[in-house]
């Protein structure tokens, strides 16, 4: 039973309890009439010399030496003993119904039974829980009728005393669970509070229930044993009554035995209190109390156990004997349960008082079996722990049970017992039946009890020397070997023919129990009792005390209740024999997780379910906040859209049989042109009918006729579904009109639906036939092998020549370009390649023109050029049809240049070519314009996108590098070309320009091959290669390697020490045993969950890291991958909470489906073992278990917290990340509250917690001391791209270093999330300043809060709150000689500080390790971070020593090569050739077109620095560019050249 709710209960009654007693104790003085000392109820301090003997829970006292079978603690098991079942079949089973030869009554067998109750407890299992099971032979006609041979009976081994069973000089001793003395604890209880529990506090009395004649029934929470009815299976306090013993409602008639006694106790208090008006109730209880235990001294000594064992052997008293040993021995122990339980009958009697024996039962009455038939006696089987009998529902019930026991005679003395013991005791834990012979030997073999021989010899008998003194049975002498010296005690004894050794033990007991009894009533020296009222009590019988409790009188029984002789009154009509009783309920088996299975796997996949649960809730901000920011965004730049008529034909298009059908909207319109527009009416194609003469239409004739095809010659079909056949009607009507307004003819046909679909050429087949088509163009223009072309089989030959017939539309045409239809460029192309002007383009006018751009000279590609922009065709090109070139370029580049700039240009070009007074130009003067570009022109290509990634190894790709001229120390930029798969390219071919910007005009070195020394490094081996990137790995890493080994090493030794612990170190709970799997992942990750979520704050102790950074633990400690480690420890932290919980699950089925006996002695402070052995449900652990809630909230705290700390639901809701990472100090709470319970452990994460905690919060009051400083703006502006520029006011003391970054938080936002960003100040300026671009709510409502309009509203700028600065790696630029600092998009903002940084401290003459900045901006377009490129501008003025290389990379345009592109190239060489300066951002630095080719710039550096070790790189931006230069550092640090040196924010 678990006693979760009910220790509060509990505590409140006893208060009230206590309030009252204390008030009637002062009120009535409580003990004014007791002039003697009052019995302790525990048995303490009986003997003042031996203070705890026979108290409650002190050891038993044996009489031999333990008889264990390694001489400490190990029980005597098969095979060296017989099998318990075996040896009771062999030894006990027989006839039985024969009366007893002495006449005992059964009520003198239960009384014995109500005895031994009062002075032994002895199946109290121990802990922790040991099994001495019993294992049942196979085809026991009881146990294992199925014949199944592995049937086993668990029998828990007896409660031990601690710290004995260590060696063999303290072998194990066991204890008694009640008080051993005879002072009434089966009426009283074995402690005050039990008592107490028992008293009525009013009269002296103790407590009944609603009938008089019955205690009180006991509740659900009491220490009362509640065992299941094994006849029935109930359980529950039904008719399970409040007694002294525990046990007392074992069966029927001890639990009608402890009843007189409860009665008797009320009857004498009754008594006492009507000649005592005026004793208190404790007056009364304590006389009456002493009156009872005396007579039951008097009644179990001088009446019951003369009756039993016989008078020979009691002594007369003579006096106490403080030196005697009255504790309780084993061997007592279970002789005397087999000395009683031979002597029990299958059944009991029931009688009335009158004894009439006018019929045939003389007063004997007839019971109501289980299945309702009468039945002359109560089945001894199924009455063990009966709750609801029929046969006993009032007190005079009770009565005739009692006068039926007085009249029956009980079993004979012999060695046989009835089946309803040896077979259908009632059992423990899953089996409700048991052995109890079987047992009994059993718990002889677990109490270590000495032979049958030497056990003799100790009461001064002769040993056995012959087989034939006890036994004949061979089978048994052959189980002993023949040696009579191994049987054991309880064998032996058992088979006594007198019971001779029997007689000794019990008797000895008892005696030793009178003389050592300081409060024995015969003791005339404790002050109990006078002599006369010895000599009253000596008067008193059984028959008294059941005269004056029931309603029968003297008349009605014996004198002696627990004998019986002829002519005594109410004689039994027959000895009861099993035949005449009902069958007993067979055994059954109980399944603690019965129906609990679908529940339990619901309750694991609801716990799995939470992070899913988390993930959508997470989709739902997300998708909210997405919603809001796309309003946001269009509030901020409404974007507007061309207005398109509506008017149209409503269809749906059919696309393909695994695409669902969307809505269009057809237009027909007069110039032959038929317009598909989407629901959003955004034009999907437009299909040209002018090359047309017939136009095939096919109609369905499926029942309702709504699908119409039509088709597209050198196209895709179009195929529309109509929600009717009228509809489908109108269409082709107004089609047929159409038609005939422009002179075409329509051919209509019908077919079967399915048929028309199967004919239609869909999107995807025409993708397909564009793909044959664009792979056999290339293959014969790039002389690639046929095969590779596509051609593989019969199928793919003959759609390769379907393929080639295919003529591609104009939109094909700019697709595959990956530009507009209407652009000029498309235009213009396609005007030139349509040779035949029909509106497509064949295979072999595609061919034409694709083969000069990609195998063409110069002059024919400068040729092509000038044909395609010469309009007219009169052989010149104006100054206008060269404007109209240069804006179509300028055009797919997404206008970078102005029109004014492209003018200038084209004034620039003329006038540097000395056309300046020319209007027109010849080829020949177009051609001599290019002349400087003669090298770019020969390797310009047409990039389509229909070319096989396969093929694309055959257009060679073209990079440069830095290169160090020999004969000069500066370096200077010489474009070389890149060595691909060990071939290098011709050294006529030019690279992709990355020169150092030149303070003034440098002249072209004309590209040449650089080779020196660079095969060899290309050609080391793989292996050499692995090696060298493995040690610059290590040497780069080597900080975060050991930290993040030693910590992993840390991890993994607090699992194992735990796992160990519990597993094998532990002090002996028995919970290893039970579930040693579970304990072992759950306590081992438990450890581990406790180092990581402590350790883990000090990842975000910024303000420590900061500090700690600039000390000497930065050579060891890497600060800078502070983050990073972070979400390395929350991993892992997360793993081992799945671990914890996987073991928590596992033991919560393990102990879901332990029985409660074995709970009690693993959570003693939970549970209490009252035998009903039930344990609580799974879902108890769960949720009403405060490790089990709390654990269950962690699981949903993790889940949400882990869920929204992902990058994608972090970038897209920053302050739903914000909100929930602040849980974790809800998280903390709950762990901290999750192991305070101490279920299983005492707490220990304080252990790991209180160090980071202190050095945590430390830092928390630093940020907080700062956050509550308001900071004024004193500047914003809003730059392009949406980017916000916020000049602040610095505050005092605020030191920092370029590249650190700051936390801001705006309340004027509404909201107290506090973001990162990187100061774009340098340290030496008296302000500080930050670039924000809008990229999320945050940011872009940040951003409308300083824009003008709400200033002006305002009235003044919002001000910010700040935190910082915070360090991190891009701080480190100044720790090496060569630097090179790649920045994308916004993640230029630290490299402005570090370029403005380094060029002052340069001015000032500070003293700086490095010599050499390379600064790499990429970005899409020019004009999306201007203000960046004023900071380059300012630093290109002030830098006079030539520290700083700019390149900037144009993105957004396509590479030199492409003849998109070529033009805009020579344009802006022409401009830094002429003016020193780019075209594209007015700077002296280089602009290049393209992404940067990091690898070989990166190469070209170990080459003009040789004489560096290490070059550190630093970038920030997008997550794909940094891995880009983190993949070029690790493929260049292959190399025995310069390292580089990595470190990379991502945004």
């Keep these: 039973m678990w006693t979760g709710h009910m220790i509060g ?172 003395w005879l002072d009434g604890s089966a009426i009283y209880g074995s402690s005050h509070s039990w008592s107490d529990s028992l008293r009525s506090f009013s009269r002296g009395m103790l407590l009944s229930g609603t009938d008089k004649g019955f205690p009180k029934q006991t509740k659900a929470n009491s220490l009362m044993w509640k065992a299941l009815d094994p006849s029935t299976g109930q359980g529950g306090p039904q008719r399970i009554f409040d007694f002294g013993n525990a046990k007392g409602n074992a069966n029927l008639f001890l639990q009608a035995t402890s009843i007189v006694w409860f009665r008797y106790h009320n009857y004498l208090a009754e008594k006492l209190a009507q000649e005592k008006p005026g004793w208190s109730d404790e007056d009364l209880f304590q006389h009456v109390r002493k009156k009872v235990i005396a007579v039951y001294q008097n009644i179990v000594l001088y009446e019951w156990l003369p009756a039993f064992v016989g008078n020979n052997g009691i002594t007369t008293y003579q006096g106490y004997k403080q030196h005697v040993d009255a504790r309780i021995s084993p061997e007592f122990v279970v002789v005397s349960a087999l000395f009683l339980g031979t002597m029990v009958p299958a059944g009991v009697y029931m009688r009335n008082k009158s004894c009439d024996c006018s019929n045939t039962n003389c007063g004997f009455r007839k019971v109501t079996s289980t299945d309702g038939s009468l039945s002359p006696a109560l089945r001894l089987c199924n009455s063990y722990w009966n709750r609801e009998n029929p046969n006993l529902q009032n007190a005079e019930d009770v009565d005739d049970l009692l006068l039926g026991m007085a009249s029956q005679i009980a079993e004979e003395e012999d060695n046989i017992v009835v089946d309803d013991l040896q077979d259908y005791w009632y059992g423990t834990l899953k089996y409700s039946r048991m052995d109890f012979v079987a047992s009994w030997i059993l718990r002889g073999r677990d109490l270590g009890l000495s032979t049958y021989n030497k056990t003799r010899e100790f009461f001064n008998l002769p040993p056995g020397e012959d087989w034939l003194d006890i036994s004949q049975n061979e089978t048994l002498v052959n189980m002993y070997n023949n040696d009579i010296g191994h049987v054991e005690l309880l064998l032996g004894g058992l088979l006594e023919p007198n019971g001779t050794l029997f007689r000794a033990i019990i008797e000895d007991q008892f005696l030793r129990l009178r003389d050592g009894d300081r409060f024995w009533f015969e003791n005339d020296k404790n002050g109990l009792f006078s002599s006369d009222e010895i000599e009253d009590i000596k008067n008193i019988s059984f028959r008294d005390v059941l005269d004056n409790v029931t309603y029968a009188d003297s008349t009605n029984m014996q004198n002696n209740v627990f004998l019986w002789h002829d002519g005594d009154p109410c004689p039994q009509p027959r000895q009861v024999t099993a035949e005449q009783l009902p069958p007993c309920v067979p055994l059954t088996m109980l399944d603690y997780f019965q129906g609990s299975t679908p529940g339990f796997v619901i309750l694991i996949i609801a716990l799995c379910c939470f992070p899913l649960v988390s993930l959508f809730i997470a989709w739902i901000v997300a998708a909210f906040r997405r919603r809001d920011f796309n309003k946001l965004q269009k509030k901020q730049s409404p974007c507007v859209r061309a207005e398109v008529s509506v008017e149209g034909i409503q269809a749906f298009e059919w696309q393909d049989p695994k695409t669902a059908s969307s809505l269009v909207y057809l237009q027909l319109h007069e110039d032959k042109v038929i317009k598909v527009l989407d629901g959003k009416l955004a034009v999907l194609r437009s299909i040209c009918l002018k090359s047309q003469q017939q136009v095939e239409t096919v109609l369905s004739n499926n029942k309702g006729n709504k699908t119409l095809l039509l088709k597209i010659p050198k196209e895709y079909d179009l195929v529309l579904q109509f929600n009717g056949e009228m509809e489908c009607k109108d269409f082709l009507g107004h089609l047929k009109a159409y038609m005939e307004r422009n002179r075409l003819s329509l051919q209509i046909s019908e077919m079967k639906e399915q048929q028309l679909l199967k004919k239609a050429i869909t999107k995807e087949q025409r993708k397909d036939i564009l793909d044959i088509f664009f792979r056999h163009i290339f293959a014969q223009v790039l002389d690639i092998d046929r095969l590779d072309a596509g051609e593989l089989s019969l199928e793919t030959s003959q759609k390769a020549k379907e393929a080639l017939k295919c003529e591609l539309s104009r939109t094909e045409f700019a697709d595959a370009l990956g530009l507009k239809p209407q652009s000029v460029f498309v235009d213009s192309m396609f005007s030139l390649a349509d040779k035949d002007g029909n509106g497509y383009l064949s295979f072999r006018e595609f061919l034409d023109i694709l083969v000069v751009f990609m195998k063409g000279s110069s002059q024919e590609k400068s040729k092509l050029m000038f044909t395609m922009y010469d309009i007219d065709g009169d052989g010149f090109l104006s100054k206008e049809e060269f404007f109209r070139m240069l804006r179509s370029f300028i055009e797919i580049s997404n206008n970078c240049l102005s029109r004014d700039q492209t003018e200038q240009v084209v004034e620039s070009l003329f006038k540097e070519s000395g056309f300046q007074d020319k209007e027109e130009l010849t080829w020949e003067d177009f051609h001599y314009m290019l002349r400087d570009h003669d090298n770019e022109l020969r390797f310009t290509h047409l990039c389509v996108k229909g070319v096989p990634d396969r093929f694309r190894q055959n257009v060679n790709d073209r990079v440069s590098f830095i290169h160090k001229i020999r004969d000069n120390s500066f370096p200077v930029n010489q474009e070389q070309p890149l060595n691909l798969g060990g071939a290098v390219l011709s050294e006529e071919m030019p690279g992709q320009d990355l020169r150092r910007r030149a303070a003034k005009k440098l002249s072209f070195h004309q590209p040449h091959l650089y080779t020196e020394a660079r095969r060899e490094k290309y050609h080391r081996s793989k292996v050499h290669q692995k090696v060298q990137q493995f040690k ?220 980071p905690a202190l050095f945590y919060g430390a830092d928390k009051l630093i940020s907080l001391s700062r956050k509550k400083v308001e900071i004024a703006v004193v500047k914003a502006e809003l730059l392009p791209s949406g980017v916000t520029h916020l000049e602040f006011q610095r505050p005092q003391d605020f030191d920092y270093r370029s590249g650190q970054w700051v936390r801001i938080a705006c309340l004027s936002l509404g909201t107290t999330e506090y973001h990162p960003f990187t100061l774009t100040s340098a340290p030496h300026e008296e302000t500080l300043s930050l670039h924000i671009r809008a990229a999320g709510p945050w940011t872009t409502r940040l951003r409308e809060l300083y824009s003008p309009e709400s200033i002006a509203e305002l009235g003044k700028y919002p001000k910010l709150y700040l935190d910082g600065p915070f360090g991190e790696g891009h701080q480190e630029w100044n720790k090496f000689e060569v630097s090179v600092l790649v920045g994308g998009g916004i993640g230029v903002t630290p490299f402005a500080a570090i370029l403005k940084d380094l060029i ?24 999306q971070f201007e203000w960046m490129a004023d900071i380059i501008r300012e630093v290109e003025e002030n830098d006079q020593r030539d520290l700083v290389s700019v390149h900037i990379y144009i993105t957004q345009l396509a590479e030199k090569f492409d003849l998109r592109t070529t033009m805009l190239y020579i344009c802006e060489r022409h401009f830094q050739k002429v003016l020193n300066k780019s075209l594209f951002t007015g700077l002296r630095s280089i602009t290049h077109f393209g992404r940067p080719p990091f690898v070989p710039f990166f190469c070209s550096l170990q080459e003009v620095h040789p004489e560096v070790r290490k070059i550190g790189v630093f970038s920030c931006g997008p997550p794909g560019m940094t891995e880009n230069v983190e993949k070029a550092c690790q493929k260049i640090n292959k190399r025995d050249q310069t390292y580089f040196v990595h470190h990379y924010e991502n945004f």
């Design 1400 to 1423: 002052f401290k340069s001015s000032v003459g500070s003293r700086i390790l490095c010599k050499k900045i390379y600064f790499i901006w990429v970005t899409r377009t020019q004009r």
């Design 1032 to 1251: 610059h790995f290590i040497e780069n890493y080597r900080r975060h390697i050991i930290c993040v080994v030693i910590f992993s090493a840390i991890t993994a030794g607090v699992f194992v020490e735990r796992a160990y612990y519990y597993g094998f170190a532990s002090p002996p709970t028995g919970i290893a045993d039970t579930t040693f799997v579970g304990i072992l992942i759950s306590r081992g990750a438990g450890a581990s969950i406790s180092f990581l979520y402590s350790f883990i704050l000090l990842t975000m102790c910024r303000n420590l890291i900061t500090f700690l950074r600039e000390t000497f633990f930065n050579r060891y400690i890497p600060f800078d991958s502070a983050v990073d480690f972070h979400r390395w420890i929350a991993t892992g932290a997360l793993i081992f909470s799945v671990l914890h919980t996987l073991g928590h699950i596992v033991n919560v089925y393990i102990f879901s489906v332990t029985p409660l006996s074995i709970l009690s002695c693993l959570f003693s402070n939970v549970f209490m073992n009252d035998g009903s052995q039930f344990p609580p449900k799974y879902y108890w652990w769960f949720f009403e278990t405060v490790p089990g809630m709390t654990g269950v909230l962690l699981l949903v705290i993790l889940a949400i917290m882990y869920v929204f700390a992902t990058h994608h639901f972090r970038r897209i809701s920053f302050q739903g990340f914000w909100i929930t990472h602040h849980l974790y100090v809800a998280l903390y709470i709950l762990v901290i509250i999750h192991g305070s319970y101490a279920l299983i452990q005492q707490p220990r994460f304080h252990i790991y917690f209180i160090v």
């Design 9 to 180: 209960t509990r505590t409140c009654h006893f208060l009230l309890l206590w309030f009252v007693l204390t008030s009637v104790w002062q009120s009535t003085g409580a003990q004014e009439n007791i002039p003697w000392e009052i019995q302790r109820y525990d048995g303490w301090y009986n003997n003042l010399v031996y203070h705890r003997h026979n108290s409650a829970g002190s050891w038993l006292s044996r009489l031999l030496p333990a008889n264990y079978a390694d001489g400490v603690y190990q029980a005597p098991q098969e095979p060296n003993v017989p099998n318990a079942r075996r040896l009771s079949d062999l030894v006990a089973r027989g006839k039985s119904g024969l009366p007893s030869w002495e006449n005992r009554t059964v009520l003198g067998v239960f009384f014995g039974f109500h005895v031994l109750s009062e002075i032994l407890e002895a199946d109290k299992p121990g802990c922790p829980t040991e099994f001495l099971n019993l294992a049942i032979p196979q085809g026991d006609h009881i146990f294992d009728s199925a014949e199944s041979g592995d049937v086993v009976l668990p029998f828990q081994r007896m409660q031990w005393a601690p710290g004995t069973g260590q060696s063999p000089n303290s072998p194990r001793e066991q204890v008694n669970g009640v008080t051993g």
